[in-house]
């Protein structure tokens, strides 16, 4: 479904990304992993659109996503989240879940002042998708609360729940169990998990957490400063000298 | 002592009608800054733009023989709008988005350039002199002894207030209700989060604009109507004005640019009334210098606080 081949991403004298080519299938599992400043977010923001790769080549559905302007890329179907948690804080919880529907609903100033039914109908239509979402990972209560007040494993479980009411096909997860408890890692696990079961969706994950990557990886990709370094499954990984060698350094 | 409060009710009166045209222009101010983060300095051209063509209505309908009063107002009040919502939105294509993602004084440069291009393209259309007309609608009410000092609330007053009131409800509802607006509260925001998740950021920034534009168009309208004069420099000094309004109430925060438009418009009439005429603005921007000093987010504003 994704498909990213060569890719390179390049700061002045900096080449922070070399040649980093990978592939995510549907109902896939994906996890990127490496020492910090490795690059893996770097890939995450030049296949999200928010930089311009120098080369390369990133297919999405079998479209060219490089040099789309970045809603564009996210309403072929791809969305993602990024290390910190960025929600709109001073909107209700509820209005985060609305927000992100935007794009499904049509926007015609003159059928929202009028109330047209179509326009209630799809309204009504949003609001049950965001209830749905918010049940899902348990925030239900707190729907009419200001985002900003949440505590930090509600905010990190709106924000999935935020991404999956715009219909992902793919899923970017930038280190969702950074600031975690052990519990709160278990229960992402488990969302993580069912997204891909229940919902068909494929999920490229940026994770330190060992035992959640190993435990719910398809396959792994490592990068070690900007270039690729192994791929394989979780097994693979694990027994990959050449990934000893970069995580534990030499002896 | 009646008299001194019937004094003192008048220049409130006034200090009220002042202040809701500056807190619909100030809207305009603080919404184009809550989502972008630029002031845009072209608003109040947009504003005295709105005046012409209100006069311009006017007096066409005048030509035709309308007298029916009501539709005149209407019809200068829609076209005015339409006019300078198309301007408002033309000069964000074509003068600020282009240079979006740039350095902030970039677009704040071109702003000005706008400014003084549209005060001259005004002024070489329709002349460096005053245009006056009649008033529209006179007459009001008198309160007080009738041989002592009488307060009065002109019809023309009233109809600023309603039409203020009207516009500001509309605005709130829309954004707090509606989709789009909803939409506008998320770009301001985290824009780039907003893009991420598939809205057309560009698009809910261009409305922005276009609401923006209209209310100055509303206050265009009203003021016109109200001093029945304008020449193609009014934007400059009321867009300055609106624009400490949205400052002192807070810039980004809608409420606060409501009501900064009408503390500053008291605070204006009142100043003339007791102390000077000339002292008027210079009260009113020790004003915005103070709040800036003691409370810099404005009466409004709330500070950002980051949560580590």
């Known amino acids: ?251 | 002592m009646l008299e001194v409060i019937l004094y003192f009710i008048q220049q409130l009166i006034n200090g009220i009608t002042i202040g809701s045209t500056y807190a619909l222009i100030a809207i305009g101010y603080t919404m184009v800054y809550g989502i972008i983060g630029m002031i845009n300095f072209a608003h109040g051209e947009v504003y005295m733009i709105g005046t012409y063509v209100a006069f311009m209505a006017i007096s066409g309908m005048a030509m035709l023989g309308i007298e029916f009063l009501p539709l005149i107002f209407l019809v200068a009040l829609l076209s005015s709008m339409l006019v300078s919502s198309s301007f408002g939105w033309a000069i964000e294509r074509i003068a600020y988005r282009p240079l979006r993602g740039g350095n902030r004084l970039i677009p704040l440069i071109s702003a000005i350039g706008m400014s003084i291009f549209l005060q001259n393209y005004v002024r070489l259309g329709q002349g460096s002199r005053d245009i006056a007309m009649s008033s529209q609608i006179s007459g009001g009410w008198s309160f007080g002894p009738e041989d002592g000092f009488q307060a009065s609330l002109s019809y023309i007053q009233v109809l600023i207030f309603i039409v203020t009131i009207i516009s500001m409800t509309v605005l709130t509802l829309f954004i707090s209700r509606s989709r789009m607006g909803r939409a506008c509260r998320a770009v301001a925001q985290d824009l780039k989060m907003a893009n991420l998740l598939g809205i057309d950021t560009n698009r809910v920034i261009a409305s922005t604009f276009v609401i923006g534009a209209a209310l100055a168009a509303v206050a265009g309208t009203l003021l016109g109507m109200y001093y029945g004069v304008v020449n193609a420099f009014v934007g400059f000094i009321a867009g300055l004005k609106a624009f400490t309004a949205a400052v002192l109430g807070g810039i980004g925060s809608i409420p606060g640019a409501m009501l900064g438009g009408i503390i500053l418009g008291v605070t204006e009439s009142m100043t003339a009334a007791y102390f000077s005429t000339e002292y008027k603005d210079v009260v009113s921007f020790a004003l915005l210098v103070l709040i800036l000093l003691f409370k810099p987010t404005g009466i409004l504003g709330k500070p950002e606080v980051e949560k580590i």
């Open chain 1, 1 to 251: 479904m994704l498909s990213v081949r060569d890719l390179s991403m390049r700061f002045g004298g900096l080449l922070a990304v070399n040649g980093v080519s990978l592939d995510v299938n549907e109902r896939e599992i994906i996890s990127i992993i490496g020492p910090n400043g490795a690059g893996k977010t770097t890939v995450f923001n030049c296949i999200s659109g928010f930089y311009k790769p120098t080369s390369g080549q990133i297919t999405f559905k079998g479209k060219q996503v490089q040099g789309l302007p970045d809603f564009k890329i996210s309403r072929l179907g791809m969305v993602r989240t990024f290390q910190h948690v960025r929600l709109f804080n001073r909107m209700t919880v509820i209005e985060n879940l609305l927000v992100a529907q935007h794009r499904h609903v049509n926007t015609n100033l003159l059928s929202g002042l009028l109330k047209t039914p179509s326009y209630r109908k799809k309204e009504s239509e949003a609001m049950e998708k965001a209830a749905y979402w918010l049940k899902k990972v348990d925030l239900l209560p707190l729907a009419n609360r200001e985002a900003g007040n949440l505590a930090y494993g509600q905010q990190r479980r709106l924000e999935i729940a935020r991404c999956m009411v715009t219909g992902p096909d793919l899923l970017m997860l930038d280190e969702p169990a950074a600031g975690l408890n052990p519990k709160e890692t278990r229960d992402l696990d488990e969302l993580i998990v069912s997204l891909k079961h229940d919902y068909n969706v494929s999920i490229l994950l940026i994770e330190h957490d060992m035992g959640l990557v190993m435990g719910i990886s398809d396959r792994i990709y490592v990068v070690s400063q900007g270039t690729p370094l192994a791929d394989g499954t979780p097994d693979e990984i694990r027994t990959n000298p050449d990934v000893i060698k970069a995580y534990l350094g030499e002896d």
